[in-house]
């Protein structure tokens, strides 16, 4: 089992929908989450940090489920520039940053 | 600030040769990152630096991959003798700190082919 784990998608949304991603994690221990964005033939960038209580920055919700193991991005009114692979990420053991394999979605008009 | 600097942004080889890849952290951070992306194993850490000292290697593959640190402004990934499945992206990385994905960011990364 990958110790995160992601629906690869693609999720295709029209102009103005919302959309939500989940991730799942197995490592109980990991403390931080981050979701990345990834533009097609670029380098990942941090979209926002996960933090317990959730979190929000515009149009984007992060939410931790600690419990479930689980870890959520909402993208509210969609834009086209929305369009591109969303990275789920958990600190892991030593201190490194695992990946999830991504998400991708496509926002279209 | 440039940003982290990686050369070269392509290359494409044969089967059998050697291929060096090249990065440039961003100055002041202490930790820097080599990464490798396929579509079927995703985005996989290979090694990383501190202070120029490789500090966990259990990422790297098999012993035809080897990284070095020389100085603070300079890192270079080596694949000897270089296969087809070696294929993927490479990226570079750099941060203040290892697990602060706030302050690590990615260089463009080096799109390596393997004939």
């Known amino acids: 089992r990958k110790e995160v784990e992601q629906d690869p998608g693609p999720f295709n949304v029209p102009e103005g929908a919302t959309v939500a991603f989940n991730c799942t994690y197995s490592?109980?221990?990991?403390?931080?989450f981050f979701w990345y964005r990834q533009d097609c033939r670029k380098e990942p960038k941090l979209l926002m940090s996960?933090?317990?209580s959730g979190n929000e920055d515009g149009r984007f919700t992060a939410q931790l489920n600690r419990a479930s193991q689980y870890i959520s991005l909402l993208i509210r009114d969609s834009k086209l520039s929305d369009s591109a692979t969303y990275l789920c990420?958990?600190?892991?053991?030593?201190?490194?940053?695992?990946f999830g394999a991504g998400t991708i979605l496509r926002v279209k008009s | 600030d440039a940003g982290v600097i990686q050369s070269p942004r392509h290359e494409v080889t044969e089967m059998g040769q050697e291929v060096t890849l090249r990065c440039k952290p961003i100055?002041?951070?202490?930790?820097l990152f080599w990464y490798r992306q396929t579509m079927m194993r995703g985005l996989e850490l290979l090694i990383y630096?501190?202070?120029?000292?490789?500090?966990?290697d259990s990422g790297m593959p098999e012993d035809r991959f080897s990284a070095k640190m020389p100085n603070a402004s300079f890192s270079t990934l080596k694949i000897q003798p270089s296969e087809p499945r070696d294929s993927a992206v490479y990226f570079c990385?750099?941060?203040?700190?290892?697990?602060?994905?706030?302050?690590?960011?990615f260089g463009p990364g080096t799109r390596l082919t393997v004939l």
């Open positions: 100055s002041g951070h202490d930790y």
């Open positions: 490592n109980s221990a990991s403390q931080s």
């Open positions: 996960v933090y317990s």
């Open positions: 990420v958990a600190l892991g053991y030593g201190n490194k940053l695992v």
């Open positions: 990385a750099s941060s203040l700190a290892p697990g602060l994905a706030d302050t690590q960011y």
């Open positions: 630096f501190n202070n120029n000292v490789p500090i966990d």
